[in-house]
T-cell receptor, first 115, second 115 residues
Framework: AQTVTQSQPEMSVQEAETVTLSCTYD???????LFWYKQPPSRQMILVIR??????QNATENRFSVNFQKAAKSFSLKISDSQLGDAAMYFC????????????FGKGTRLHILP | KAGVTQTPRYLIKTRGQQVTLSCSPI?????VSWYQQTPGQGLQFLFE???????NKGNFPGRFSGRQFSNSRSEMNVSTLELGDSALYLC??????????????FGNGTRLTVT
């Protein structure tokens, strides 16, 4: 069964600095999708960025980028120029592209932004 | 376009009672999935519906059930409530359940407290 592991329950970063959140996953499949979702204190989960496993190029969305290492099964999220509004719970998620399977979430990393 | 709407936002029940939570997806979205979020377990998948059919089910007891109506609105029911059912229940909708990269759009959740 697929698993998603986020080894950092909490992290802190100074405003305007860069922070990297770690995520590893386990799967025997070759075709899948990876996501980072953000959950601010308002509770609504928002998609931050997604990556197709067949694409070698790392996805980027403004200040958010990923480092996707398929062989290592690693999918880290880099947030550049951290802002106070980035404070949230971040969830890494996996979903198979080959089957009608459920999305699997990691347990999350709580990110604090220090002013 | 209205987002995913979950009602009610807060609910307090006593052990042994049953509860029904409601989720209205984004217009045009046919897939609805439900998640239980707790501090210890993170986000756990409950079930997913597509066109009124349950497509996937997580590892929860039979006390947890759901359904989807012809207008794609979904309800989740928990019978014989236990203290451990206290959690944030999130609903998410997506356009096409068969596309693994179809992003999930989440509601604000229902905070259930069982006393």
């Amino acid at each position: 069964a697929q698993t998603v592991t986020q080894s950092q329950p909490e992290m802190s970063v100074q405003e305007a600095e860069t922070v990297t959140l770690s995520c590893t996953y386990d799967t025997s499949e070759s075709d899948y999708y990876l996501f980072w979702y953000k959950q601010p204190p308002s509770r609504q989960m928002i998609l931050v960025i997604r990556q197709e496993a067949y694409k070698q190029q790392n996805a980027t969305e403004n200040r958010f980028s990923v480092n996707f290492q398929k062989a290592a099964k690693s999918f880290s999220l880099k947030i550049s120029d951290s802002q106070l509004g980035d404070a949230a719970m971040y969830f890494c998620a996996y979903r198979s592209a080959n089957r009608d399977d459920k999305i699997i979430f990691g347990k999350g990393t709580r990110l604090h932004i220090l002013p | 376009k209205a987002g995913v709407t979950q009602t009610p936002r807060y609910l307090i029940k006593t052990r042994g009672q049953q509860v029904t939570l409601s989720c209205s997806p984004i217009s045009g979205h046919r897939s609805v999935s439900w998640y239980q979020q707790t501090p210890g377990q993170g986000l756990q998948f409950l079930f997913e519906y597509f066109s009124e059919t349950q497509r996937n089910k997580g590892n929860f007891p039979g006390r947890f059930s759901g359904r989807q109506f012809s207008n794609s609105r979904s309800e989740m029911n928990v019978s014989t409530l236990e203290l451990g059912d206290s959690a944030l229940y999130l609903c998410a909708s997506s356009r096409n359940q068969r596309q693994g990269n179809s992003p999930l759009h989440f509601g604000n959740g229902t905070r259930l407290t069982v006393t």
